[in-house]
């Protein structure tokens, strides 16, 4: 007996001294998880408090130095940094879900067989869709408006092509809009045929119908920006990248971000209207820990589909059509001076080679002397070969591979077998930039990033056409894509020391993945689903809940 009290004493001794446990909200652990770190290193487990990774480390030794309130068990699955969309259009995914849904439409007959039964069911004052691609079409000609007349003479009606920048409409929004035969505007196209309006309009003559659009309330706007956020987190992106948003909008985001109504993230790129430079070149770059504005969205050209990418040479299926600028190179070059001397960002869409050399020329002349402007090229998508080495650190290209493969049946026949050889050329833009940002233009592309990370990789459709992939020679690494999604996205926002990758310190935002993307085969990549999403640590989404 006298020997047993002697240890007893000893033991208590032994657990008294123990050090107390460090109270922590969440261990995540039995994953594959990529860090993304400078290493790319593999990891099993961490810790989050107060919304960032704590520790990370093996489970058995987090559980002993943590007092953990929740544990996420993993199961084997893959988990890596929350997913970034460098370029899409959060509030225009949302406007596109209470209007016409007109994607994946195989004939204008259809078109007009979903606006028909849209009416029926909510009688609208004012018609307005989006989604339709005459290119995929067997008739692969732009409509007219003759049948939408017809079917609505009295009903103003504006459906809009899947990637923004042509529009057919009817006799009722052209009048109500003020659009006849003789009206003129630079950097577009109104359809004219034997001296009528067609109804077709592409890029700037736009912009007189949708300022004849019904004023959409505080409530609409809500419920747009909600009903977009929920198929993102459902597609496990954490950060979306809106590239082109008012301050309404943009007001709005921060105001339901505040409230917690809204878990996303945002990196807001400001539209480039007089009103918006104004305020936020006057006023100065805003950051939350859930909202970033300080960059402004400036439209080069139009869109290769539409033939409103503006080419050095004329389009090979349309001889003496070069495209059209929509901002001129002189206005270029004093917008990107004046946008470097207030100290933003400055991210322009331009497509084609005669818009892409514009915007590359204003950037390299506005930023010298400046050394992590970071400015970006949206889409960079024909770049001619003498000019991709005007690519850097500096200017930076944001691309989406899935226009790469939605393109790739009629691209060469745009703009000839030459210059395809410059297009959608990721592997070479990168090994130029020494680093590129992926994103989907949602709700051009779907909002899927395994979509956008097996186009990256493997240059192929959802059919797994073609064989050998579109162009291989410019296809990523898978290490190259999952960066460009995570780590280089967040760089390009300036937001690289909080998030883009598993690392102490860093915002707990991650994706649970069904499979190992980094491994699977190349072509069941696509069939990968977002298990969990988390944001700050929370759940924001989980498939197992739905």
Known sequence: MKKVIPLLFLLSLLISCAPEKIPADLLVKNATIYTVNENFDTEHAFVVKDGKILEIGIKPELELKYNIAETYDAKGQTIVPGLIDAHAHLYGLGVNLQD????????????????????????????????????????????????????????????????????????????????????????????????????????????????????????????????????????????????????????????????????????AMASNTPENLDYYLNNGKIKTNRLSVRSIKVYADGALGSRGAAMRKPYSDMPGHFGAMITPADSLQALADKIAGAGFQMNTHAIGDSANIAVLRAYQSALKGKNDARWKVEHAQIISKQDFDMFSNNIIPSVQPTHATSDMYWAEDRIGPKRIKGAYAYKTLLDNAGIIVLGTDFPVEKVNPMYTFYAAVARKDLTHHPEKGFQKKDALSREEALKGMTIWAAYSNFEEGEKGSIEEGKFADFT?????????????????????????GKKEFSLEEE
Not at 527 to 535: Q, R
């Open 512 to 536: 649970v993945l069904s499979r190992d993307i980094m491994k699977v085969s190349e072509d069941s990549i696509p069939n990968t689903k977002v298990v969990a999403t988390f944001i700050n």
């Open 100 to 267: 016409v849904d007109l994607t994946e439409t195989t004939s204008y007959d259809e078109v007009l067989a979903r606006v028909i039964t849209f009416q029926k069911e909510k009688n609208k004052d004012y018609i307005i869709g989006r989604g339709w691609d005459q290119n995929d079409w067997d008739v692969k000609e732009f409509p007219t408006k003759k049948e939408l007349d017809s079917l609505f003479p009295e009903t103003p009606v504006a459906l809009t092509r899947i990637d923004g920048h042509a529009m057919i409409v009817n006799s009722k929004a052209l009048e109500l809009a003020g659009i006849t035969p003789k009206t003129k505007m630079d950097g577009g196209l109104i359809g004219v045929e034997n001296g009528n309006l067609t109804g077709l309009l592409v890029d700037t003559p736009m912009e007189m119908v949708k300022k004849t659009f019904p004023k959409q309330n505080k409530a609409y706007n809500t419920q747009a920006l909600l009903d977009a956020e929920r198929i993102c987190l459902e597609n496990g992106l954490t950060t979306v990248n809106d590239a082109g948003l008012d301050r309404e909008i943009i007001e709005l985001i921060d105001a339901l971000q505040q409230k917690d109504s809204m878990a996303l993230r945002m990196y």
